[in-house]
């Protein structure tokens, strides 16, 4: 647990620069905050408060509160960067990650009129699905996923391979905007656009 960076942000503050609080929003049991890695400015990662591994392996009890603060997430995002896509690297151990890199439960939410479901329905073996109970029934079989959401919020759920790459969603969506060496954010922070997130974002919670 002392190895998870956002475990440790929410007890120490954010470790970059001068600012300690990148956070925009906050309900019971999860938080709002602008990625690491701006491949478009506005890019949000919604964590869980408590640690779990993936957003399959959260309580079924809090499904409801998640499926309302990705709406408030993706009303914010409409109101001042335009329309959304989101996504998951669903991990079930340290072994089957899904090609998630923090193994904490986490839904990147990134403003863009890209959509990538041709891209990954190539590429796996997927399904639509209408409950967040279909990612939990993989995490309980032991099968990593990918979770998918386009822009009219249809929602889909992808087989992950043993061997997905890290960061593979992030490297298609890099690719497709034209920056296909600016996937990685651990190499590419752009804390500048994280500050300026976090001043644009803090205060349009409905």
Known sequence: MDLCPYCDELKNGFPYGDRKNRIVYRSKNFYVFPALGQLVEGYLLIASQHHFISL???????????????QKVRNALRLVYGPAIFFEHGAVNTNLRGGCC??????????????????????????PINSWEDLARSFRQQHSY????????????????DNM????????????????NQWNWMTDPTLDKVAKTTDLLSNVWE
């Open 56 to 70: 399959g392996g959260i309580p079924t009890a809090y499904y409801a509160e998640l499926q309302e603060v990705r």
């Open 102 to 127: 923090i193994d904490h439960a986490h839904l990147h939410a990134v403003p863009t009129k890209l959509d990538l479901l041709d891209d990954l329905t190539s590429a796996f073996r997927s399904r």
């Open 146 to 161: 990918l979770y998918y959401e386009n822009q009219s919020a249809q929602q889909y759920l992808f087989d992950a391979p």
């Open 165 to 180: 790459p890290a960061q593979y969603i992030r490297k298609l969506l890099a690719k497709k905007l034209g920056r296909p």
